[in-house]
T-cell receptor, first 113, second 111 residues
Framework: DTAVSQTPKYLVTQMGNDKSIKCEQN?????MYWYKQDSKKFLKIMFS???????INETVPNRFSPKSPDKAHLNLHINSLELGDSAVYFC????????????FGPGTRLTVT | RKEVEQDPGPFNVPEGATVAFNCTYS??????FFWYRQDCRKEPKLLMS???SGNEDGRFTAQLNRASQYISLLIRDSKLSDSATYLC????????????FGQGTELSVKP
């Protein structure tokens, strides 16, 4: 069973479109995260939710909106996609926001043309 | 200045070699330290946590020097399967589990 899953794995879309990426974890964890890995391979946190409550909101354009319908899911919606949004987006989860290992999903490779 | 800086790569080494990766961090509020491994086009996976006393896991040894804000990873007897990117990671105190990643150092082990 996949612990942290993301859909879709690949997403190719045109500038200006709106798209969503979904993440689900079956580990029973309370905390979930979204990270972005750009072309230079830097992984940077975007958002974190703990029990459906937003706890980390980095300096991210407000075109990006996370939604957590329950603590097992954290989705990422992106409006008006731009070329610079092309990256790999990783979802992760941890038992709580404390000193615990974070488990990453397989990533969603987004290409904006 | 980047919050977490690593040796530039790539490191190309023969099988059996010993290789060392260095990392420095700038935020004194850094609380926990890790090495993650990322294979090409895959997700990062925790390799090991790093403790002040130093710790070892098989062929891997991690060291932390809080005074110098420096972290290292030593890999002995390199295997082909060690080829990957190694990410130095710190977690800041009281910031909701936020991880700060270094850019990563690519290791290529050759036969």
């Amino acid at each position: 069973d996949t612990a942290v899953s993301q859909t879709p794995k690949y997403l190719v879309t045109q500038m200006g479109n709106d798209k969503s990426i979904k993440c689900e974890q079956n580990l029973g964890h309370d905390t979930m995260y979204w990270y972005k890995q750009d072309s230079k391979k830097f992984l940077k946190i975007m958002f974190s939710y703990n029990n459906k409550e937003l706890i980390i909101n980095e300096t991210v354009p407000n075109r990006f909106s996370p939604k957590s319908p329950d603590k097992a899911h954290l989705n990422l919606h992106i409006n008006s996609l731009e070329l610079g949004d092309s990256a790999v987006y990783f979802c992760a989860s941890s038992p709580s926001q404390g000193l615990y290992e974070q488990y990453f999903g397989p990533g969603t490779r987004l290409t904006v043309t | 200045r980047k919050e977490v800086e690593q040796d530039p790569g790539p490191f190309n080494v023969p099988e059996g070699a010993t290789v060392a990766f260095n990392c420095t961090y700038s935020n004194s509020a850094s609380q926990s330290f890790f090495w993650y491994r990322q294979d090409c086009r895959k997700e990062p996976k925790l390799l090991m946590s790093v403790y002040s006393s130093g710790n070892e896991d098989g062929r891997f040894t991690a060291q932390l020097n809080r005074a110098s804000q420096y972290i290292s990873l030593l890999i002995r007897d390199s295997k082909l399967s060690d080829s990957a990117t190694y990410l130095c990671v710190v977690r800041l105190y009281n910031q909701g589990g936020k991880l700060i990643f270094g850019q990563g150092t690519e290791l290529s082990v050759k036969p």
